[in-house]
């Protein structure tokens, strides 16, 4: 085999995550053994995605947000979904697979969606306007187009709880150097923008906080639905471990004695249906 196509085959994939050899594993060139016990999960999500450690006071804020939005209920269509799909027989794995791929744009993926919304006012700002300037002619813009503005309030909540604690934390970490402000900043900004626009106040939910965090942690915002995808899946793999301890079999959305709704055609025979043979 040529040089050449030896060169060509070990590049077909390429990573500067890991190294691996016989006896040998290193992630972003740190060995594993002197990883484990040294740094958390959070941390080490980090270094994966960023390849660099975190400085304690960004770990500890980025595993303050993941473990915020790690469940919502079984209500919540992702553990619903790995609920049920725990009765039908299938594995652990399948379950939570099942569950995981119902997040998507409308159920998981506000966060990230948040997230370029403050990129949008920040960009805004880059033109010479204030934070309130640009975060209402952000929103004014969206409302004209009829866009659904992701991250403030909530279906269930009057008020998200788990918003406030994260947004009191990024204070913290503001006052201590660890991050700018400016995405929280900018998330007030809109909050008090949309209470203007609608007359009454949206206060900012869990996506909304979370990508406050994720921002201001210099997360890129096409990271924000993996990030809390990570998160989620701890409520989904606990929720299919529940249910899967507690038995049941194809158990659907609603118990048999709580029927669905039919709204289509009244009874009516086949015969006719059936055109005649024109005779």
């Given at each position: 085999?040529?040089?050449?196509?030896?060169?060509?085959?070990?590049?077909?994939?390429?990573?500067s995550i890991i190294d691996i050899h016989p006896g040998s594993i290193r992630v972003r060139g740190y060995a594993i053994e002197e990883l484990i016990g040294t740094i958390g999960f959070p941390d080490m999500i980090w270094l994966m995605l960023r390849g660099e450690l975190p400085t304690p006071a960004q770990g500890r804020l980025l595993g303050a947000a993941l473990v915020a939005a790690v469940d919502h209920g079984p209500q919540a269509?992702?553990?619903?979904?790995?609920?049920?799909?725990?009765?039908?027989?299938?594995?652990?794995?399948?379950?939570?697979?099942?569950?995981?791929n119902a997040l998507g744009d409308v159920h998981g993926g506000a966060g990230q969606q948040c997230m370029d919304l403050y990129a949008?006012?920040?960009?805004?700002?880059?033109?010479g306007m204030s934070v309130a300037g640009a975060a209402e002619s952000e929103i004014a813009a969206r409302l004209e187009r009829r866009e659904h503005i992701p991250g403030f309030g909530h279906r269930f909540h009057p008020v998200d709880p788990r918003a406030g604690r994260l947004l009191a934390l990024v204070e913290a970490a503001t006052g201590e150097g660890t991050v700018t402000g400016e995405a929280a900043a900018i998330g007030r900004a809109v909050e008090d923008a949309?209470?203007?626009?609608?007359?009454?106040?949206?206060?900012?939910?869990?996506d909304g906080a979370t990508a406050v965090v994720f921002a201001e942690l210099g997360f890129p915002s096409g990271l924000g639905r993996g990030l809390f995808v990570l998160s989620r899946s701890v409520g989904i793999l606990a929720h299919a471990w529940e249910q899967s301890q507690q038995g049941g079999r194809i158990k659907g959305p609603m118990p048999p004695s709580i029927p669905y709704r039919y709204d289509g055609a009244s009874p009516r025979p086949v015969s006719e249906e059936i055109p005649g043979d024109g005779a």
């Open positions: 085999m040529s040089e050449a196509t030896i060169d060509s085959a070990t590049g077909w994939w390429r990573t269509p992702s553990i619903a979904t790995a609920r049920m799909a725990a009765t039908c027989g299938v594995g652990l794995n399948n379950a939570m697979a099942s569950g995981i949008a006012v920040a960009a805004r700002m880059t033109e949309l209470a203007a626009r609608k007359g009454k106040r949206l206060p900012m939910n869990i």
